[in-house]
């Protein structure tokens, strides 16, 4: 089916396993096939009196012994067809991670988390249910109705098994047109599931917030629709299923009724024997489950390839940033920066956020990058780590354009410290080396000392062992900016960039930790985005952007006698001191 064909190298690789499920599943069928023609035989032995005690010891035997083999096979179909759909299943998980892992940040602000993680959580089940289980019914429905058919024609009687099989056409239609509805009901059905688990996690995730303005009820009403939504979405589906199911079961009965009838005229005219009446009742008593299971098959099918729809409109999204063909064997960065002439505009959006800028950083240089909140500075640091695509020729490293830099070598030259500072739920030392450098505990002590975060660190019970919750929630914002802070400087970076990264602590500590960091920023080059003018004064030059645009730059001693933003905000933070001062 052209819907899985992502999995085609799994197949190729695993296509042993599910010859051998295969394999095993047809001889557990085969000799389940074997045991009507003994209980025929059976019969007839009884009904003629040509039985004793012993024969019926020696069936006993027989039938224990196809007892055995029978789990026996059972038990390695169900490890390779059950087992090769496991592995699947975490095949395809990985896939799908590493795929997400690839994609640009433009994705993941137009999709939501909920929604990504009932991709990886229910589809990928869909699909597991349709390879594994699925697959045993299909050959289970395939090799019992066409070997169960040709054993009630040829050592029975072939009228009586036509009459018995009148029902199949209406079977076939049902399932047929039942199959379209189950496959686009349960499409709804995903889509449904993921608004739900989006509405848990963000509310989650946003706890705190729901009860600081004490809206409870309100998000439990929003819960209420969106699980509403599930619920209709499913009880539309089961409708179809719960309609789908006594239609092949009492189409499966006729055959019973059918057979009750014709087949009892039969024995009584003496056409047929009593055992092979038995006989015939038991291969059609083993032909109802398969014609049961051909709805179950395509329920299973029409789940899994809805869900594998739905994961390949994932796959099928490509990352906007990725290495060009055109991409340099660069290892090292020293740090030299320049944009020219750099004009940037959101996917999806007619105003441009960056308009013409242009200014050149030396390598091992300090700038700090000062404007109002919306003005682009974090847009400018985005293009400079290349979250987003900055048009070819306006962003340059060490003199080349930063398209033609691996992305990898861009990335991991590059210490960044965000304005949301986002912690992973571990412990605080692996927060702070998520880099996984490698530094011992003390090399790691070391850098949170520089970043003034140690004495809090170590006030905890657990010290660098303490978990943070998940974003960090145990923590305190000045903690949080802190403990990135050193997370960005224990991997020696030739750029460091602190994107307001400062605001959440006092003027002191701040003072404390750009102290500690005149040395390390001494042979790094170095940005500084922040709205204090205390954190940029020391800049060797500073930027001032304003509605996307660059305004001033200079020193700050030649900035505080132009007219402008930055001598506007100076002398709003020095009376702003003496107030602070006065009180």
């Given at each position: 089916m052209r819907t899985f064909f992502r999995l085609k190298e799994f197949f190729r690789e695993n296509k042993k396993y599910y010859i051998l499920g295969v394999l095993a599943l047809i001889a557990t069928n085969s000799l389940q096939l074997i045991i009507p023609q003994l209980l025929g035989r059976f019969a007839d032995n009884i009904a003629e009196r040509q039985i004793d005690q012993r024969g019926i010891l020696v069936f006993i035997l027989i039938l224990l012994t196809l007892a055995l083999l029978i789990a026996f096979f059972r038990f390695l179909w169900r490890i390779y067809v059950m087992g090769n759909a496991r592995r699947?299943?975490?095949?395809?998980?990985?896939?799908?991670?590493?795929?997400?892992?690839?994609?640009?940040?433009?994705?993941?602000?137009?999709?939501k988390t909920g929604d990504l993680m009932a991709h990886a959580t229910n589809d990928i089940q869909a699909v597991r249910m349709a390879l594994g289980p699925g697959i045993v019914l299909a050959i289970d429905s395939l090799f019992l109705t066409s070997v169960i058919i040709v054993m009630m024609v040829t050592t029975i009687d072939w009228q009586l098994t036509l009459i018995a099989l009148l029902p199949l056409p209406f079977m076939v239609a049902i399932v047929t047109r039942f199959g379209k509805i189950i496959h686009a009901r349960f499409k709804k059905v995903q889509e449904a599931f993921s608004d739900l688990t989006d509405q848990t996690q963000e509310n989650f995730s946003g706890i705190r917030v729901v009860k600081g303005f004490a809206q409870e009820n309100e998000e439990k009403d929003k819960f209420r629709q969106v699980n509403q939504k599930n619920v209709d979405a499913n009880m539309h589906l089961v409708r179809v299923w719960g309609l789908f199911m006594p239609l092949v079961q009492?189409?499966?009965?006729?055959?019973?009724?059918?057979?009750?009838?014709?087949?009892?005229?039969?024995?009584?005219?003496?056409?047929?024997?009593?055992?092979?009446?038995?006989?015939?009742?038991s291969y059609l008593g083993m032909l109802t489950w398969p014609m049961m299971a051909i709805g179950w098959v395509f329920n299973m099918i029409q789940r899994g390839k809805a869900s594998m729809d739905r994961l390949n409109t994932l796959f099928e999204n490509k990352p906007e940033v990725t290495d060009h063909p055109d991409t340099l064997p660069v290892e090292e960065i020293k740090?030299?920066?320049?944009?020219?002439?750099?004009?940037?505009?959101?996917?999806?959006?007619?105003?441009?956020?960056?308009?013409?800028?242009?200014?050149?950083?030396?390598?091992?240089?300090?700038?700090?990058?000062?404007?109002?909140?919306?003005?682009?500075?974090?847009?400018?640091?985005?293009?400079?780590?290349?979250?987003?695509?900055?048009?070819?020729?306006?962003?340059?490293?060490?003199?080349?354009?930063?398209?033609?830099?691996?992305?990898?070598?861009?990335?991991?030259?590059?210490?960044?410290?965000?304005?949301?500072?986002?912690?992973?739920?571990?412990?605080?030392?692996?927060?702070?080396?998520?880099?996984?450098?490698?530094?011992?505990?003390?090399?790691?002590?070391?850098y949170t000392k520089m970043a003034q975060v140690y004495d809090n660190i170590v006030d905890f019970p657990k010290k660098y062992e303490t978990l943070v919750g998940e974003r960090g929630v145990t923590l305190s914002g000045g903690q949080k900016q802190r403990i990135s802070l050193?997370?960005?400087?224990?991997?020696?970076?030739?750029?460091?960039?602190?994107d307001d990264s400062l605001s959440a602590v006092d003027t002191q500590t701040e003072e404390a930790i750009l102290q500690n960091l005149k040395q390390l920023m001494a042979d790094r080059t170095s940005l500084i985005i922040a709205h204090r003018i205390s954190t940029l004064k020391n800049a060797d030059n500073i930027i001032v952007i304003e509605e996307g645009e660059v305004t001033q730059q200079g020193s700050h001693e030649k900035l505080v006698k132009e007219d402008g933003l930055?001598?506007?905000?100076?002398?709003?933070?020095?009376?702003e001191d003496k107030i602070d001062s006065v009180g």
């Amino acid at each position: 089916m052209r819907t899985f064909f992502r999995l085609k190298e799994f197949f190729r690789e695993n296509k042993k396993y599910y010859i051998l499920g295969v394999l095993a599943l047809i001889a557990t069928n085969s000799l389940q096939l074997i045991i009507p023609q003994l209980l025929g035989r059976f019969a007839d032995n009884i009904a003629e009196r040509q039985i004793d005690q012993r024969g019926i010891l020696v069936f006993i035997l027989i039938l224990l012994t196809l007892a055995l083999l029978i789990a026996f096979f059972r038990f390695l179909w169900r490890i390779y067809v059950m087992g090769n759909a496991r592995r699947m299943e975490y095949t395809l998980r990985n896939m799908l991670f590493r795929h997400l892992q690839s994609l640009s940040t433009e994705f993941f602000n137009r999709h939501k988390t909920g929604d990504l993680m009932a991709h990886a959580t229910n589809d990928i089940q869909a699909v597991r249910m349709a390879l594994g289980p699925g697959i045993v019914l299909a050959i289970d429905s395939l090799f019992l109705t066409s070997v169960i058919i040709v054993m009630m024609v040829t050592t029975i009687d072939w009228q009586l098994t036509l009459i018995a099989l009148l029902p199949l056409p209406f079977m076939v239609a049902i399932v047929t047109r039942f199959g379209k509805i189950i496959h686009a009901r349960f499409k709804k059905v995903q889509e449904a599931f993921s608004d739900l688990t989006d509405q848990t996690q963000e509310n989650f995730s946003g706890i705190r917030v729901v009860k600081g303005f004490a809206q409870e009820n309100e998000e439990k009403d929003k819960f209420r629709q969106v699980n509403q939504k599930n619920v209709d979405a499913n009880m539309h589906l089961v409708r179809v299923w719960g309609l789908f199911m006594p239609l092949v079961q009492f189409i499966s009965a006729l055959s019973f009724i059918i057979v009750l009838g014709y087949g009892g005229i039969l024995v009584i005219n003496g056409s047929i024997s009593l055992g092979n009446f038995v006989t015939f009742n038991s291969y059609l008593g083993m032909l109802t489950w398969p014609m049961m299971a051909i709805g179950w098959v395509f329920n299973m099918i029409q789940r899994g390839k809805a869900s594998m729809d739905r994961l390949n409109t994932l796959f099928e999204n490509k990352p906007e940033v990725t290495d060009h063909p055109d991409t340099l064997p660069v290892e090292e960065i020293k740090g030299e920066i320049g944009f020219r002439n750099l004009s940037f505009t959101y996917p999806g959006s007619d105003e441009p956020v960056l308009k013409n800028i242009t200014f050149s950083i030396p390598a091992g240089k300090t700038v700090g990058i000062l404007g109002r909140t919306g003005s682009g500075k974090t847009t400018l640091m985005n293009l400079l780590l290349r979250l987003y695509n900055p048009p070819r020729g306006t962003v340059f490293i060490d003199g080349t354009d930063i398209h033609k830099i691996p992305l990898e070598t861009v990335r991991e030259n590059i210490g960044y410290v965000p304005q949301d500072n986002f912690l992973f739920s571990t412990t605080i030392k692996e927060n702070v080396d998520f880099a996984y450098t490698g530094r011992t505990l003390k090399e790691i002590e070391d850098y949170t000392k520089m970043a003034q975060v140690y004495d809090n660190i170590v006030d905890f019970p657990k010290k660098y062992e303490t978990l943070v919750g998940e974003r960090g929630v145990t923590l305190s914002g000045g903690q949080k900016q802190r403990i990135s802070l050193a997370r960005a400087l224990i991997k020696d970076p030739s750029i460091l960039i602190l994107d307001d990264s400062l605001s959440a602590v006092d003027t002191q500590t701040e003072e404390a930790i750009l102290q500690n960091l005149k040395q390390l920023m001494a042979d790094r080059t170095s940005l500084i985005i922040a709205h204090r003018i205390s954190t940029l004064k020391n800049a060797d030059n500073i930027i001032v952007i304003e509605e996307g645009e660059v305004t001033q730059q200079g020193s700050h001693e030649k900035l505080v006698k132009e007219d402008g933003l930055y001598r506007e905000l100076y002398q709003k933070q020095l009376l702003e001191d003496k107030i602070d001062s006065v009180g």
